[in-house]
C-alpha cells in the first residue's frame, strides 16, 4: 500500500509519455500498409507497384534517359549518371539508416511527421548533384530536368512543413517524368500518363495518400517542369 503512490506516479508518466508520442505523430497520421497489412490482391499489387515507381526508381531512370539521349558520347553519358546515381543513394540511406534506428516508419516516410530530415537531406544532395554536373559541363537538358527536381521538391517540402500537408512524392516524381519525356522527345510519351493514374490509385490502395494529395501531386510536377524548360529557352 505504500508504494501506491510511487505506482501511480510511474503510471501517470508512461501515460504522459504516450500522450507526447501521439500529438507529435498527429491523431490522423498512420502509416501506409506493410507488407504484414495486405489483404488482398489489390492490396499486394498496390503495394509492389509502390516498390518499383517509388521516386528514386523514377528518377533513376529518367535522370539516366536524359543523359544518356543527350551526351554526345555513351562515356560522358556514364559520367553524368554516376553523379546522379551517387546523389540519390545519399538521401536513400539517410532513410534506410532511420528506419533501422526507428526514426522513421517505412522507406516512403509515408508519415509527414517524419518528411522534414529525409526532404532536407534530399534536397541538399539534388544540390550537390547540380554543382557535380555543372562542373562536368552536363548537357542543358540534363540541368533542366535537374533543376525542376529542386524546385518541385523545395515546394513539396514547404507544403509539406508550413502547411502541414502531404502531397504525393510518388506521383510528383511519376508526373514529372512523364513531363520531361513528352517535353524532350515526343508527345507521344503522353501515353504514359495512365500509369501516373495507376501509382496514384496504388498509393490510395495502400492509405499513403488521399486523391486530392496525388493531383496536387502531379499539378505541382507538371507546372514547374514546364515553366523550368521554358526558362531553359527548351521549349
Given amino acids: 500500500m505504500n508504494f501506491d503512490p510511487f505506482l501511480e506516479a510511474v503510471k501517470d508518466q508512461q501515460h504522459l ?8 505523430v498527429g491523431p490522423r497520421e498512420k502509416a501506409e500498409k506493410g507488407l504484414s497489412s495486405l489483404r488482398t490482391p ?8 509502390s516498390q ?3 521516386p528514386f526508381v523514377v528518377g533513376l531512370g529518367v535522370f539516366g534517359y536524359v543523359a544518356l539521349s543527350t551526351a554526345s558520347t555513351v562515356t560522358e553519358g556514364l559520367q553524368w549518371l ?8 545519399v538521401p536513400f540511406g539517410c532513410i534506410w539508416w532511420g528506419i533501422k534506428k526507428g526514426k522513421l516508419t517505412d522507406i516512403h516516410v509515408s508519415r509527414r511527421s517524419e518528411r522534414l530530415v529525409p526532404l532536407l537531406v534530399g534536397l541538399m544532395s539534388l544540390g550537390g548533384m547540380l554543382a557535380g554536373l555543372l562542373l ?4 542543358r ?3 533542366a530536368t535537374l533543376v525542376a527536381v529542386i524546385v518541385s521538391y523545395a515546394a513539396a517540402t514547404l507544403i509539406t512543413q508550413v502547411a502541414k500537408y502531404k502531397i504525393s512524392l510518388h506521383i510528383d516524381s511519376a508526373a514529372g517524368a ?9 508527345p507521344i510519351f503522353l501515353a504514359l500518363s495512365p500509369l501516373v493514374v495507376l501509382i496514384a490509385w496504388a498509393r490510395w ?6 486523391p486530392l494529395q496525388a493531383i496536387c501531386g502531379a499539378a505541382l510536377a507538371v507546372a514547374v517542369t514546364v515553366t523550368t524548360f521554358w526558362l531553359f529557352g527548351l521549349r
Fill in 17 to 24: 509519455k504516450e500522450t507526447c508520442m501521439v500529438s507529435l
Fill in 42 to 49: 489489390g492490396d499486394r499489387i498496390a503495394y509492389w507497384l
Fill in 52 to 54: 518499383i515507381t517509388s
Fill in 82 to 89: 554516376t553523379v546522379i546515381g551517387v546523389g540519390l543513394l
Fill in 136 to 139: 562536368l559541363s552536363a548537357s
Fill in 141 to 143: 537538358p540534363l540541368v
Fill in 178 to 186: 512523364v513531363t520531361v519525356c513528352y517535353l524532350l522527345a515526343s
Fill in 205 to 210: 490502395k495502400l492509405e499513403a495518400h488521399s
